[in-house]
């Protein structure tokens, strides 16, 4: 095993022709070419913070995976696929040396297929994992607003090009808040809060992808004793907000500070709530790695 070392070349595959650990440079490209993540962006994906090895939050995150898989009707034949999943990360982890921290990137795709729409056969399932490179946390973000829907909200689907063409044309942002006929949902790749002139939280409900932390938030914040309400959020009440900040695997609890179109060009400050939502988090977090630390073996 080689130790302090990344192995993002190297990963675990399931398909119709193989079935194991391989190296991205001898994968045959018609794994890649034919599938149909690559022609149809038809495939679900997870995408897990990992440190030494602790897994965070797997079995959230394994749940949103069936799901989502659920929603675009992707059936294997493996029986336990949640078990089958959590043995062959762990394999991963403990034979390609992950320490410090990575992540786990889960892709399960429509398949092959013969005439380049259909599927041929069975998904197709990859694991791989890979170092993170976090964000310095330094200023607030800039998101786009865009009138958007994503197709399967409530599916974490592969598809991100609208927000990635969206992005490509005005740099200065970073991110999308999708607000389709004035209904606010979600950022790219992130849930969306906001906190009014009296101190409650809200975060949208309906129509958008339930992330791991925007869960952990949301239990954290109503044991602080916040009052969090999940409701409808139109893009007019943006008019009464003190605070915004968004969450994701990657990035936390992240503070926003301007959205096109709003706030008369004006910066929204980094408020008390979403700094001790963001400090609870990271403690939080620490707490989980420390707790389920098993070593590197």
């Not at 990859?126 to 909200?153: E, N, S, V």
Request: proline share 3%; glycine share 6%.
């Amino acid at each position: 095993m080689r130790k302090n070392s990344y192995c993002s070349t190297v990963f675990f595959a399931t398909t119709e022709d193989d079935c194991g650990f391989f190296d991205s440079d001898t994968w045959p490209a018609r794994n890649i070419l034919e599938d149909h993540n690559w022609e149809r962006s038809d495939g679900i994906c997870e995408m897990i913070e990992v440190k030494d090895r602790v897994v965070f939050h797997l079995d959230d995150h394994l749940g949103r995976l069936m799901n989502s898989m659920k929603v675009l009707d992707l059936k294997t034949p493996i029986k336990d696929l949640k078990i089958f999943l959590k043995n062959k990360i762990s394999e991963l982890l403990r034979f390609y040396g992950c320490s410090g921290l990575s992540r786990i990137d889960i892709r399960v795709t429509g398949g092959y297929s013969d005439d380049f729409f259909r599927s041929s056969g069975f998904p197709n399932i990859f694991i791989r994992t890979a170092p993170i490179l976090q964000k310095r946390f330094d200023k607030g973000l800039k998101l786009l607003l865009l009138d958007y829907k994503r197709d399967y909200p409530e599916a974490k689907t592969v598809n991100y090009g609208v927000a990635v063409k969206q992005l490509r044309s005005n740099p200065q942002f970073d991110s999308v808040l999708y607000v389709p006929k004035g209904v606010i949902l979600e950022a790219a790749t992130a849930n969306f809060f906001m906190v009014d002139k009296r101190g409650i939280i809200w975060t949208p409900r309906n129509d958008i992808l339930k992330g791991v932390t925007r869960g952990v938030v949301i239990n954290m914040a109503k044991k602080m004793k916040f009052e969090v309400m999940e409701d409808l959020i139109r893009e007019s009440d943006l008019n009464f907000v003190k605070e915004i900040f968004l969450t994701s695997t990657f990035t936390f609890v992240w503070p926003v500070t301007k959205i096109s179109a709003m706030f008369n060009d004006k910066d929204l400050e980094i408020g008390p709530v979403t700094m001790k939502l963001r400090e609870a988090y990271l403690k939080y977090r620490r707490e989980y790695y420390k707790e389920n630390f098993i070593g590197i073996i």
